[in-house]
């Protein structure tokens, strides 16, 4: 009984549905298009050449992307056109001038530097330990810029110095007792180091320091060849990145060398579009590359505009105009490779744009940290033609040293000027004018200020950007009751 009567409730139903359906198609108007699937009504294509368009936006991502390799691939092609190379160490005999045309550099420590290829093998570098008279520091890194071994008393080698190995990717090789084993994700690497001569040494000591590194490949073992070494000290050595069509035949190089991450299989897919693949020829006609340097162009200016824009986090004192070149991602270090993304656009910037060879980890209290500014006290952006002034005071909390050093805003470079001076440092106080409370007031302009000539940092008509260095800062600069006076347009 029960089951009868619930058939006639389900067949009551049935037939009520679907005569309310009927019902809705005879009152109802049917639509004539699905709610989605194509553009709104009367739309267009809002270029001319999709086929360019598609093309031009997938350089321009490129560029952006590939920001810290191209800096790195540029340290490569400039050792090899000056004579140098894979294994090959170049220890400059002095401060570096304008012709070490690299971002940011340094001009008061020595560099030394090589880079090397692991498709050909391991490659073992000999680091001599510190001496009392000199130590190395620095950092090996890898084919995007990322610290893989810090060298010197906080590195790999506890500045004792060692035998390094340097593996290729999924190397299973044996690694010789007594060698200190340094894995690189990448194939292609290189270092820099500092030869620093500590109270009791000289110049001289530091460098002769540098001169006895040593770079081989372990295939060479149980007699390596001597290690060819090179002083680039008067040569033009040209890192910079070039921003025109040039840069997508470097990328073409980059990408071949390999290996592909898997962070980075996307761009991949999107270089290929573009006539970039691992293992295929690189041979844009001249449309391609006409594209491909308009979006290089495009993104140096929007990199440009990007870095000159100063969030107030980056501002290591709220009211002052100077910014905290280690300013990090969220895991302090500068791969800007997180858990949810890749921010390749904050990687551009921080600090690849303008800056070069980074720790690992930002700790806390690094040894040495750099400020830099772009800007006046009241917020101005410098102008080329015009002079500033910084007054840094008598007691600076450091218990080495502190340098001022001035770039070309349009490079990041050093400023060719007849002086060869891109910066002044504490070591030169003596040959610099004081104020009456000890303060020295440093100028960088077109032209010193009578009086001044040895507080001044020529910049010969181009537009200055300052960074200044502390060597050793101490508990007022980390807790942050020393400030430093912001710069000002001299009277």
Same mark, same amino acid.
């Given at each position: +009984?029960?089951?009868?009567?619930?058939? =006639?409730? !389900? *067949?009551?139903? @049935?037939?009520?549905?679907?005569?309310?359906?009927? #019902?809705?198609?005879?009152?109802?108007?049917?639509?004539?298009?699905?709610?989605?699937?194509?553009?709104?009504?009367?739309?267009?294509?809002?270029?001319?050449?999709?086929?360019?368009?598609?093309?031009?936006?997938?350089?321009?991502?490129?560029?952006?992307?590939?920001?810290?390799?191209?800096?790195?691939?540029?340290?490569?092609?400039?050792?090899?056109?000056?004579?140098?190379?894979?294994?090959?160490? +170049?220890?400059?005999?002095?401060?570096? =001038?304008? !012709? *070490?045309?690299? @971002?940011?550099?340094?001009?008061?420590?020595?560099? #030394?530097?090589?880079?090397?290829?692991?498709?050909?093998?391991?490659?073992?570098?000999?680091?001599?330990?510190?001496?009392?008279?000199?130590?190395?520091?620095?950092?090996?890194?890898?084919?995007?810029y990322i610290t893989i071994a810090d060298i010197g008393p906080i590195g790999v080698d506890k500045g004792k110095g060692g035998k390094i190995l340097l593996t290729p990717p999924g190397y299973t090789g044996k690694v010789p007792a007594g060698y200190i084993e340094v894995k690189s994700p990448s194939y292609i690497l290189d270092f820099a180091f500092r030869s620093i001569p500590t109270p009791e040494g000289s110049p001289e000591d530091a460098y002769a320091l540098s001169k006895s590194i040593k770079m081989y490949y372990l295939s060479e073992l149980p007699n390596p060849k001597p290690t060819k070494i090179i002083d680039p000290i008067n040569t033009q050595w040209s890192t910079l990145a070039r921003y025109d069509e040039r840069w997508f035949e470097d990328l073409h190089e980059i990408i071949n060398a390999g290996p592909v991450r898997e962070r980075d299989k996307v761009m991949m897919g999107m270089l290929k579009h573009i006539g970039i693949e691992k293992g295929k020829p690189y041979s844009p006609d001249a449309e391609t590359k006409a594209i491909f340097r308009k979006a290089a162009i495009d993104a140096y200016y929007y990199m440009q505009q990007r870095y000159l824009t100063v969030e107030p986090e980056e501002l290591y004192w709220p009211d002052r105009k100077w910014?905290?070149?280690?300013?990090?991602?969220?895991?302090?270090?500068?791969?800007?490779?997180?858990?949810?993304?890749?921010?390749y656009d904050n990687r551009s910037i921080h600090?690849?744009?303008?800056?070069?060879?980074?720790?690992?980890?930002?700790?806390?209290?690094?040894?040495?940290?750099?400020?830099?500014?772009?800007?006046?006290?009241d917020?101005?952006?410098?102008?080329a033609g015009k002079t500033y002034a910084l007054t840094v005071p008598k007691d600076v909390p450091i218990n080495k040293f502190w340098s001022l050093t001035v770039y070309d805003m349009e490079t990041w470079a050093f400023i060719y000027t007849k002086e060869e001076r891109p910066g002044l440092s504490s070591r030169e106080i003596?040959?610099?004018?004081?104020?009456?409370?000890?303060?020295?007031?440093?100028?960088?302009?077109?032209?010193?200020?009578?009086?001044?000539?040895?507080?001044?940092?020529?910049?010969a008509g181009k537009t200055p950007y300052l960074m200044f260095r502390f060597y050793g800062p101490e508990e007022a600069f980390y807790n942050k009751t020393f400030k430093l006076a912001d710069v000002e347009l001299a009277k």
């Open positions: +009984m029960k089951t009868k009567q619930l058939s =006639t409730i !389900l *067949l009551t139903l @049935l037939i009520t549905t679907c005569l309310a359906t009927t #019902v809705w198609a005879k009152s109802s108007k049917m639509p004539t298009d699905p709610r989605g699937g194509k553009p709104p009504v009367g739309s267009k294509v809002s270029v001319k050449n999709l086929d360019e368009q598609v093309k031009y936006q997938r350089a321009f991502e490129a560029v952006v992307w590939s920001m810290p390799a191209m800096i790195k691939y540029g340290m490569r092609r400039a050792s090899i056109e000056i004579g140098a190379g894979d294994n090959v160490i +170049m220890a400059w005999s002095g401060g570096a =001038t304008a !012709l *070490l045309e690299t @971002l940011t550099p340094n001009n008061v420590t020595p560099y #030394v530097t090589s880079t090397t290829d692991l498709r050909k093998g391991p490659v073992v570098l000999e680091v001599p330990k510190a001496t009392d008279k000199a130590n190395l520091f620095g950092q090996v890194a890898d084919n995007w910014r905290n070149v280690f300013y990090a991602d969220a895991n302090m270090g500068f791969s800007w490779d997180l858990d949810d993304m890749l921010d600090p690849w744009f303008t800056a070069i060879y980074f720790p690992n980890k930002v700790t806390a209290r690094p040894p040495t940290m750099y400020l830099a500014t772009a800007r006046d006290k917020g101005n952006l410098f102008k003596p040959k610099m004018k004081k104020n009456p409370d000890g303060s020295v007031t440093l100028y960088v302009g077109p032209k010193a200020p009578k009086g001044y000539e040895n507080n001044w940092i020529p910049t």
